[in-house]
């Protein structure tokens, strides 16, 4: 009633995520070519927000606010990438494994800087305005760094296995070499292509 009163909303409960039963995983890399193709390993977390629709099956599990929920969300995460190597989907194995490892470096970012904010712009302003941006200095001390810094740890251990499991390495290798071979045959269907266009417009020309 008091929310009511004062024409303010009471803040909405925090959703807890759905419950993960890896067996209803989909795979649908394994079923697309051009799907897989179109992933790239690239460094670190790059693409973990944006490769759909792994993004959102799995972003809903990702949590680092504290060490029990760092916990719980790292041992999910770990139970899908088990699921996509046995699968044989390299691209569901590495976007966990980029979750699991976003996880440490942005619980690790909190306890280094409170608030989360590292930089003083964000990449966006840098691209609009040019320029360049600075890393804030790191906080000595505040509420919640070393629960951040636990859950960074908790995240680590498990990043460790994604990276030294051996199939998922051999699916890496599996994929880069179909990639590079993808990406070879794409560049003479893109040169062809440029070719005959080449020919039509001197046709053109030529009346």
């Given at each position: 009633m008091r929310a009511l009163q004062t024409g303010r909303?009471?803040?909405?409960?925090?959703?807890?995520?759905?419950?993960?039963?890896?067996?209803?995983?989909?795979?649908?890399?394994?079923n697309s070519q051009d799907l897989r193709m179109s992933y790239r390993i690239a460094r670190?977390?790059?693409?973990?927000?944006?490769?759909?629709?792994?993004?959102?099956?799995?972003?809903?599990?990702?949590r680092f606010r504290t060490i029990p929920i760092a916990q719980i969300s790292s041992g999910t995460l770990w139970q899908?990438?088990?699921?996509?190597?046995?699968?044989?989907?390299?691209?569901?194995?590495?976007?966990?494994?980029?979750?699991?490892?976003m996880g440490m470096t942005r619980a690790k970012r909190y306890a280094n800087h409170k608030g989360g904010r590292k930089y003083?712009?964000?990449?966006?302003?840098?691209?609009?305005?040019?320029?360049?941006?600075?890393?804030l200095p790191?906080?000595?001390?505040?509420?919640?760094?070393?629960?951040?810094?636990?859950?960074?740890?908790?995240?680590k251990e498990v990043w460790r296995r994604c990276v030294g499991d051996e199939r998922?390495?051999?699916?890496?290798?599996?994929?880069?070499?179909?990639?590079k071979e993808w990406d070879r045959e794409?560049?003479?269907v893109v040169k062809k292509e440029e070719e005959m266009k080449v020919v039509k417009d001197?046709?053109?020309d030529d009346g």
């Open positions: 909303m009471a803040p909405k409960a925090k959703q807890e995520p759905p419950d993960l039963d890896v067996n209803d995983l989909p795979t649908p890399a394994l670190g977390e790059q693409g973990v927000l944006t490769f759909e629709p792994y993004k959102s099956l799995l972003l809903p599990h990702w899908a990438f088990q699921h996509y190597v046995k699968a044989g989907d390299l691209v569901g194995a590495d976007m966990a494994r980029k979750f699991i490892q003083d712009r964000s990449e966006r302003e840098v691209e609009r305005d040019g320029g360049a941006r600075a890393e790191k906080s000595l001390a505040h509420e919640g760094k070393e629960e951040k810094l636990g859950a960074s740890e908790v995240f998922y390495l051999g699916l890496k290798r599996e994929f880069l070499a179909e990639q794409r560049k003479k001197e046709e053109v």
